[in-house]
C-alpha cells in the first residue's frame, strides 16, 4: 500500500543522503522524496511516498525513525491528511487555436500561466499527483515540451501535528 | 563543563577529548592528514595516559579497538588517515557495526579547502562509512569539535551500541579555538529507550508462566548490556531452557544443565529441535539472524514469541513477534523478573518435567560426535584440549570459518566476554588484531586466537605489532590446507568441485613466526596435542604459534543448510547415531 511520511529531521549536511542511502540499501521503494528548511532553519522537514506491505512499512518508519538525525516522523497515512504536488509545464502554443484551448484547460483545473514566450506557455498547476496526472493527460502530448514536479508535499488534518 | 578553559588547537583538544573519555589505548596508523594530531599525541606523550597502538595496517587497528570493546565494554578508539587510512578501515568498521560494537574511529581528512577537489589521499569517508556506522561527522570548525567527539563517545556507547566516525579536516586540527569540554549532552534525536513498557512486561510474564514447552534464546544483546546476572536469575528461576546465539555464547554459564548448546546452523540437536517444537519462545537480546532461522517460514512453528531488544527495528523484521518489548535487556529483565516473583506463580511442573525428558531424549544423539581414535589431529579435539587446560577462562578470539564453529562448540563459556568474535560480518582477519585488543586490556589473562591458515594470512602483518608492544598471545592455527568452510559447502553442495579453496603455497608458519621474533611450532601428531598446548601456556612471556595440522577432510556438524529448516539437521556421518531424519508432528 502507498504511504505518505512526513520526517523532521536535522537540517545537516548528509542528513538527506542518510535516508536516501537506506532507502537505496534496503531496497525500499520510493515514489518521491521532497525537503526543504522548516520555519527553524536547525530542523528540515522531508515528504516521502513510499509503498510496501505493512511489514516493510513498518521496517521502513523503524529504520527511519533509528536515524541518529531523524528527530520525529509520521505516517500521515494512518489518518486524514492533505497531499499537494507542484506541476511546471511547457506546452508549445505556436497555433492560436492552441491557445485558446489551454487558457480554457488552465482555468478548468485552477493553474495560471507563469511565462509566455513566442512558441511556449508554461503554466503551473498544484494539486494531488491524480490532478496533475489528468492535466498532463488533457493535453496534446504533441505540444509537450517539457514538465517538471515536485514530488508530493504532505500534512496531516486538524489537530495532528509533526512537531519538536 | 570541565574547568580546563585553554585556547589549543584543533590536535590537541581531539586529546585533551579522549583524555576526557578515559580513553586507555588508541590503535592507530599515522599519515598526511593526521600528522597534527599525532604531534599532539607525541608532546602531550609525558602527561597523558594513553598509549597509542601502532598497528601494521588499518584493518588490523580497527579490529584491536573491536577485540578491546568487546573484552571491556569500553568504546575502541582508532586514528587513521584520510583516503586509503579510511578505506582500509572500513572492513573493522563494518565488523563492529554489524556485532554492535561502541568504537569511535577518527578519520584523518584533507584540509577543507580541498575537499571535493580530488586531492592527494582524499575520499568521501563520511559517504563510504554511511551504510556501516552508527552515526558519523564531518567536522567542518574547530569550534565544533570537542562537541563531536562528547556526542561521538555518547553515540557508540549508548542504545544499541555501534561505531561512530568522526573525519576530521587537516586544518581543522591547527586551527585554535577555546577548549571547553561538556561534562554530559543531550540530543533531540536520539533518545535511547531503556525500561520496557510495564503492560508488555505483564503480558510477557503472564505467557512465560503458561509455556509448556518454553525456550529462552539469547544473543549478544545480554553481554552488551552486561545482563549475565539478571540473565541468569530469570533462567535459573524459571528452570527453563536456554540456547545462546554464537554472539551471546558466556552470557549463561554453558557448563549450567539448563544450557542446551548454540542454536543455530551449526548450533547443538538438542538447541534447534527444542526451538522447533517451543510452544513459547523468549528471544532476549537476539536479532532473528538467518543463521540462526533458517528458513523462516519453518521456524519455531508452534511458538508464541517474546521479543526483548534495545532497537525496535530488530522487533518483527525476520519473524513476526507476538509481544514486543523495546528496552535495555538489563532493565526489562529485572522488571520480568519481578513481576514473575510477584505474581506468586511458577511454571506448570509436570509440563517442564516432560519438556526436560524430551529434550535429555534429543540429547542422546550426541550431536558432537567426532572420530576421537583417529591417526590424524582433529580439530575439535584441540579445543575440547584447551578447554580442559585453561578451565574455560580464558579469552578466546577467533577468526571466520569452521575452526571458529569448533571454538563455539567444545569451548564452554561461563562468562561473558570471552568469546570474541567476527557473528555478523563474519570477517576473516579479525581474530590476531582483536586478540591484540583483549591481551593489552588484560595483560595478566591468558588470550587464545584459534584460527585457521587462510583466516591467519589476512591480517598476519600484526605478529610485528604483536612483537613491537610484546603481546604473548597465543595462536592455534588449525591448518587443514583449505578454506575449510568454502571446501565443507563444495563437498556438500556443489558435489565436491573444490573450486579455488585449497590453500597451496603455504608459508612455513613456524619460520614465519620466528621471523617476527615469536616462537614458532608445528605439531603432527594427536598425542602432542596435549604437551604443545601445556608448553605454550607455559611461556609465558613470548608470542607462541602453534601450527596443528588437522584432518583436511573434517567437517561441522550438526548442520543446517541454507534454506532448510531449523529442526532438518545433518549430523556426522560417522556418528553412531546418524543419520538423524527425524520430522516430528
Known amino acids: ?108 483545473f485552477r493553474g495560471r500561466v507563469i511565462d509566455v514566450s513566442d512558441a511556449c506557455y508554461t503554466i503551473e498547476l498544484t494539486g494531488t499527483g491524480d490532478k496533475l496526472d489528468a492535466f498532463i493527460k488533457a493535453v496534446n502530448p504533441k505540444l509537450i515540451v517539457e514538465t517538471v514536479r515536485s514530488g508530493v508535499s504532505g500534512i496531516a488534518r486538524g489537530n495532528r501535528t509533526l512537531r519538536t | 563543563m570541565a574547568n580546563e578553559a585553554e585556547i589549543l588547537t584543533g590536535a590537541e583538544i581531539l586529546v585533551r577529548c579522549l583524555e576526557q573519555e578515559g580513553v586507555e589505548f588508541i590503535f592507530g596508523y599515522p599519515g598526511g592528514s593526521v600528522l597534527h594530531i599525532y604531534d599532539a599525541l607525541f608532546t602531550r606523550d609525558h602527561a597523558n595516559k594513553i598509549q597509542h597502538i601502532l598497528v601494521r595496517h588499518e584493518q588490523g587497528a580497527t579490529h584491536a579497538a573491536d577485540g578491546y570493546a568487546r573484552a571491556t565494554g569500553k568504546p575502541g578508539v582508532v586514528l587513521v588517515t584520510s583516503g586509503p587510512g579510511a578505506t582500509n578501515a572500513v572492513t573493522g568498521i563494518a565488523t563492529a557495526y554489524m556485532d554492535s560494537i561502541p568504537m569511535v574511529v577518527i578519520t584523518g581528512q584533507v584540509p577543507t579547502t580541498l575537499i571535493g577537489n580530488d586531492a592527494f589521499q582524499e575520499v568521501d569517508s563520511v559517504g563510504i562509512t554511511r551504510p556501516c556506522v552508527k552515526h558519523n561527522f564531518l567536522v ?46 543531550e540530543l533531540r534525536s536520539y533518545k535511547p529507550v531503556l525500561s520496557g513498557h510495564p503492560g508488555q512486561i505483564r503480558k510477557a510474564a503472564e505467557l512465560i508462566l503458561s509455556a509448556k514447552r518454553p525456550v529462552i534464546y539469547t544473543g549478544g544483546g545480554v553481554v552488551l548490556s552486561n545482563a549475565t546476572e539478571e540473565l541468569t536469575q530469570f533462567t535459573r528461576l524459571l528452570r527453563y531452557p536456554i540456547t545462546q546465539t554464537l554472539m551471546g555464547l558466556g552470557a549463561y554459564p554453558a557448563t549450567d544443565k539448563q544450557f542446551i548448546g548454540m542454536l543455530g546452523m551449526h548450533g547443538t540437536y538438542e538447541a534447534n529441535m527444542a526451538m522447533h517444537e517451543c510452544d513459547v519462545l523468549v528471544a532476549i537480546g537476539a536479532r532473528f539472524d538467518d543463521r540462526v532461522t533458517g528458513d523462516v517460514k519453518k521456524f519455531c512453528p508452534h511458538a508464541k514469541i517474546i ?33 514473575i516473583r510477584d505474581s506468586g506463580r511458577s511454571p506448570g511442573e509436570d509440563a517442564l518435567t516432560q519438556w526436560w525428558a524430551q529434550i535429555h531424549n534429543w540429547q542422546e544423539k550426541h550431536c558432537l560426535y ?67 585488543g583483549v591481551k593489552l586490556a588484560y595483560p595478566d589473562r591468558p588470550v587464545f586466537c584459534i584460527t585457521g591458515e587462510a583466516s591467519i594470512q589476512m591480517c598476519i602483518q600484526e605478529l610485528s605489532t604483536c612483537k613491537q608492544y610484546d603481546l604473548p598471545i597465543k595462536i592455534i592455527c588449525l591448518n587443514n590446507r583449505y578454506m575449510g568452510m568454502v571446501r565443507q559447502w563444495q563437498e556438500m553442495f556443489y558435489d565436491k568441485r573444490y573450486s579455488h579453496s585449497y590453500m597451496d603455497a603455504l608459508p612455513d608458519f613456524v619460520k614465519l613466526a620466528e621471523s617476527y621474533g615469536h616462537l614458532g611450532r608445528y605439531i603432527t601428531k594427536p598425542e602432542a596435542v596435549r604437551s604443545a598446548l601445556e608448553e605454550a601456556m607455559a611461556i609465558q612471556d613470548r608470542l607462541v604459534f602453534m601450527d596443528f595440522i588437522t584432518d583436511p577432510a573434517e567437517n561441522v556438524f550438526p548442520m543446517v543448510a541454507a534454506g532448510k529448516g531449523q529442526h532438518e539437521m545433518v549430523l556426522s556421518p560417522l556418528s553412531p547415531q546418524t543419520p538423524v531424519e527425524r520430522e516430528l508432528a
Request: with cysteine.
Open chain 1, 1 to 108: 500500500m502507498r504511504h505518505t511520511i512526513s520526517v523532521l529531521l536535522e537540517n545537516e549536511a548528509g542528513a538527506l543522503s542518510r535516508v536516501s542511502g537506506l532507502f537505496s540499501a534496503r531496497g525500499y521503494n520510493i515514489e518521491s522524496l521532497t525537503v526543504a528548511p522548516t520555519e527553524d532553519p536547525s530542523l528540515s522537514r522531508m515528504t516521502i511516498v513510499t509503498y510496501g506491505s505493512d511489514e516493510v512499512i513498518e521496517q521502513i518508519t523503524k529504520q527511519l525513525n533509528k536515524l541518529v538525525d531523524v528527530v520525529k516522523l509520521l505516517d500521515l497515512t494512518e489518518g486524514a491528511h492533505i497531499e499537494r504536488e507542484l506541476l511546471l509545464i511547457k506546452v508549445n502554443v505556436n497555433q492560436p487555436a492552441v491557445c485558446d484551448d489551454l487558457k480554457r484547460m488552465t482555468d478548468i
Open chain 2, 140 to 185: 567542518n570548525d574547530v569550534k565544533n569539535l570537542a562537541m563531536t567527539m562528547k556526542k561521538a563517545f555518547y553515540i557508540a556507547t549508548t542504545g544499541r551500541p555501534g561505531p561512530v566516525v568522526v573525519d576530521i579536516p587537516k586544518d581543522i586540527t591547527a586551527h585554535k579555538t577555546l577548549f571547553a569540554y561538556p561534562d554530559s549532552i
Open chain 2, 307 to 339: 521479543h526483548i531488544d534495545i532497537d525496535p527495528s530488530s522487533i518483527s523484521k525476520n519473524v513476526r513477534v507476538d509481544i514486543p518489548i523495546v528496552g535495555d535487556v538489563k532493565h526489562v529483565l529485572i522488571d520480568l523478573t519481578k513481576e
Open chain 2, 370 to 436: 567426532y572420530d576421537r581414535n583417529s591417526e590424524l589431529i582433529k580439530p575439535q579435539a584441540v579445543i575440547e584440549t584447551l578447554y580442559e587446560l585453561t578451565g574455560g577462562d580464558a579469552f578466546i578470539t577467533s577468526d571466520v570459518g569452521q575452526h571458529q564453529m569448533w571454538a563455539a562448540q567444545f569451548y564452554k563459556f561461563d562468562q561473558p566476554r570471552r568469546w570474541i568474535n567476527s557473528g555478523g560480518l563474519g570477517t576473516m582477519g579479525f581474530g590476531l588484531p582483536a586478540a591484540i
